[in-house]
């Protein structure tokens, strides 16, 4: 199973509108189940190397913030968490992907 967290969806979190606010939601929920499945196949300690630690979570969480009205995450936060949770998904996806070819 190739995994595609960055994907159309994923790029639709720019728009900043109603849409990318059920895109967050969306992929706040399937990056907590990749975490879970990882945490169940290979242990808690993998799920965090290849996850961040939650970060990718925390980012798209502050995203989401922003997205409804938050005084405290400004555009600039939501720039900001947009860019490292991208990377850090891709980073992921490579990781991910990379032992699915191996097996």
Excluded: P
Excluded at 13 to 37: G, H, M, P, T
Excluded at 68 to 94: H, I, L, N, P
């Amino acid at each position: 199973m190739t995994v595609r967290l960055v994907n159309h969806s994923w790029n639709k979190i720019i728009e900043r509108d109603s849409y990318a606010k059920q895109a967050l939601k969306d992929k706040i929920e399937e990056v907590k189940q990749l975490e879970e499945s990882i945490r169940l196949k290979d242990g808690s300690e993998a799920a965090r190397n290849v996850l961040n630690d939650g970060l990718i979570i925390h980012a798209l969480q502050r995203c989401l913030e922003n997205l409804e009205g938050s005084t405290t995450v400004t555009e600039r936060d939501f720039w900001v968490c947009y860019e490292f949770a991208t990377t850090a998904a891709k980073k992921a996806e490579e990781v991910l992907n990379e032992g699915e070819d191996e097996e």
